[in-house]
């Protein structure tokens, strides 16, 4: 078996229930969720365990959750002695991953994103951005398409390059559906517009990076260990002022996952751990190479599964 990558998941994997049979099987994963709320001044976990739904897939809230959902399982899972030779997340995820590679504490991270959470859904008023999901594009094209909108005066740019044939596209709600037209008449598949409560990762979100800033100045990030590979670059990162650069920057710019999953399978990475709610990077990551071996990892059925194809793998 060659190296081991663990990926963790970004926004739109929660679930109501997420993180509860780990809460009720492992009673350090109360400790967890409780410290969790205790930093946020709310409980985090009762909108985790029961919802409501809507109130839960809010930016601010989902993005906490997910963090703490995924920790849970982390944590659980690292009492099995199997540890990564790199991390990666997407978006969101990524703050996850630098959490797992201790570049920064629960409490810290789970603080962070709920702020950051905020500060995304304020950048932009309601309703005057979106996302939508092309698929069946070369990125370049897609690319000559966002930069033709754009210079007519509706921003629009690449948020998430997920796999091949699959990118998020992101900007004003004009600029987004003129984009998607263009895309439809030369060639795309379809066209699928997303649910979101903003324009993630494009130049809309500028606005919200001066107020991370000031949040991540707060904080406490450590160099990290194993290396993660960031989202706005595809590159390793380990150093600390690297790590804060690229976060801010991530903001605004487009989650190059494809890239960082190439990167990885570059460096000898031929197992890749999902670890948190859903399996959809799972699903990603089997697009962009059939040949590397994934597993998702959130509860402790999954957790116990996972082990048990490890051990038999390494063999």
Known sequence: MGKIAFVFPGQGSQAVGMGKSLAEDYEEIGGLFAAADR??????????????????????????????ASIAALKIFEKEGITPDFVAGHSLGEYTALTAAKALTFEDAVYVVHKRGQFMEQAVPAGEGTMAAVLGM??????EIAETVTASGEAVGLANLNCPGQIVISGTRNGVAQAGELAKEKGAKRVLPLNVSG????SLMKPATEQLEKVLDEVEVKDCEPPLIANVDAQAVVQAADIR???????????????????????GVDTFIEIGPGKVLSGLIKKINRQVTTYAVQDAASIQETVKALKEAAQ
């Open 199 to 202: 324009p993630f990762h494009s």
């Open 39 to 68: 930093k946020l001044g709310f409980s985090l976990s009762e909108l985790m365990f029961n919802g409501p739904e809507e109130k839960l897939t809010l930016t601010m809230n989902a993005q906490p959750a997910i963090l703490a």
């Open 245 to 267: 650069k690229k976060l801010l920057q991530q903001l605004y710019s487009p989650v190059l996952w494809e890239d960082s999953v190439e990167a990885l399978i570059e460096a």
């Open 138 to 143: 070369d990125r370049e094209l897609l690319q």
